[in-house]
């Protein structure tokens, strides 16, 4: 096994982990906690994937600023962990479960089946890709009017946060 | 090497997890946070893409992804203060008006 290898199992393995303690863990801070593991490990994997830029951001916006708001809400409501998480183990849940667990079934059967004629990394290109410089170039000249409607999403969100935790509607 | 089957698998699990926890859960945070789940999983699959076809579109899309992610976190988490306030429950079962 080589390096990489080894890292890349690794990484996905703490990927996998705390994505099933995400969703079964009753206390929502223990989910936060164990989300944001989940963020650092996916971290890794856009670094495995020469990524740089990805990776950064993945970490300064979702790890960073998202799930400290995810965490300040938690504390703010001050909940209660769930009463058990089997209370109520439904045949609708049970469906729910089965038809998830058949759809990635198919996937990865899928992905077993098709062979040879992947395209095959070219590390170098994929380093350049992912540099600040080659993600900055493309945002500001192909990508630019999305880039820029962006900002209207953003304040979008920013009024509309504002306007539903007030108090009073007046 | 790692190939690009295993990423899209990885993926593929994550996204599957991020489901799981959306219709077994009664959270509402919590099913919040499947959801940011899966949001990351198609992450993965785009970069895994954009890195083996050479092609930076994939990144770019991802950036995007996280800016709609960053403001639906807001505005979600908003409406769960809101709820909250109101019912004094963020349990999806009890919250039901909307429902015929």
């Given at each position: 096994m080589t390096v990489e290898t080894i890292v890349f199992v690794i990484l996905a393995v703490l990927f996998v982990g705390s994505a099933i303690m995400v969703i079964t863990r009753r206390s929502p801070v223990l989910a936060v906690l164990y989300l944001i593991l989940n963020f650092f490990s996916l971290a890794g994997l856009y670094l495995t994937l020469q990524a740089q830029?990805?990776?950064?951001i993945q970490i300064l916006v979702y790890a960073g600023a998202i799930m400290v708001l995810f965490l300040f809400v938690i504390m703010l409501l001050n909940l209660r962990d769930e009463e058990r998480l089997t209370e109520k183990i439904s045949v609708r849940k049970m469906i729910g479960v089965g038809l998830s667990a058949a759809v990635l079934l198919q996937v990865l059967?899928?992905?077993g089946f098709s062979g040879s004629d992947l395209p095959v990394r070219d590390v170098a290109r994929a380093e350049e890709l992912g540099s600040v410089e080659s993600i900055g170039k493309a945002l500001f000249t192909d990508f630019l009017f999305?880039?820029?409607v962006t900002s209207i999403v953003l304040i979008v969100a920013i009024v509309g946060a504002v306007i539903l935790a007030k108090k009073k509607l007046d | 090497m790692i190939d690009l089957h295993t990423y899209l698998g990885l993926s593929a699990t994550g996204f599957i997890l991020g489901v799981?926890?959306?219709v077994t859960r009664r959270n509402a945070i919590i099913v919040f946070m499947s959801i940011e789940l899966m949001l990351n999983s198609v992450n993965l699959t785009l970069v895994a893409f954009s890195s083996f076809l050479g092609d930076a579109?994939?990144?770019i899309l991802v950036f995007f992804v996280m800016t709609v992610a960053a403001a639906e976190a807001a505005v979600g988490l908003a409406i769960i203060?809101?709820?909250f306030r109101n019912k004094q429950t963020v349990n999806i079962?009890?919250?039901n008006i909307?429902?015929?």
């Amino acid at each position: 096994m080589t390096v990489e290898t080894i890292v890349f199992v690794i990484l996905a393995v703490l990927f996998v982990g705390s994505a099933i303690m995400v969703i079964t863990r009753r206390s929502p801070v223990l989910a936060v906690l164990y989300l944001i593991l989940n963020f650092f490990s996916l971290a890794g994997l856009y670094l495995t994937l020469q990524a740089q830029f990805i990776a950064v951001i993945q970490i300064l916006v979702y790890a960073g600023a998202i799930m400290v708001l995810f965490l300040f809400v938690i504390m703010l409501l001050n909940l209660r962990d769930e009463e058990r998480l089997t209370e109520k183990i439904s045949v609708r849940k049970m469906i729910g479960v089965g038809l998830s667990a058949a759809v990635l079934l198919q996937v990865l059967y899928v992905l077993g089946f098709s062979g040879s004629d992947l395209p095959v990394r070219d590390v170098a290109r994929a380093e350049e890709l992912g540099s600040v410089e080659s993600i900055g170039k493309a945002l500001f000249t192909d990508f630019l009017f999305p880039f820029e409607v962006t900002s209207i999403v953003l304040i979008v969100a920013i009024v509309g946060a504002v306007i539903l935790a007030k108090k009073k509607l007046d | 090497m790692i190939d690009l089957h295993t990423y899209l698998g990885l993926s593929a699990t994550g996204f599957i997890l991020g489901v799981i926890g959306v219709v077994t859960r009664r959270n509402a945070i919590i099913v919040f946070m499947s959801i940011e789940l899966m949001l990351n999983s198609v992450n993965l699959t785009l970069v895994a893409f954009s890195s083996f076809l050479g092609d930076a579109t994939g990144q770019i899309l991802v950036f995007f992804v996280m800016t709609v992610a960053a403001a639906e976190a807001a505005v979600g988490l908003a409406i769960i203060i809101a709820l909250f306030r109101n019912k004094q429950t963020v349990n999806i079962d009890e919250i039901n008006i909307l429902k015929w």
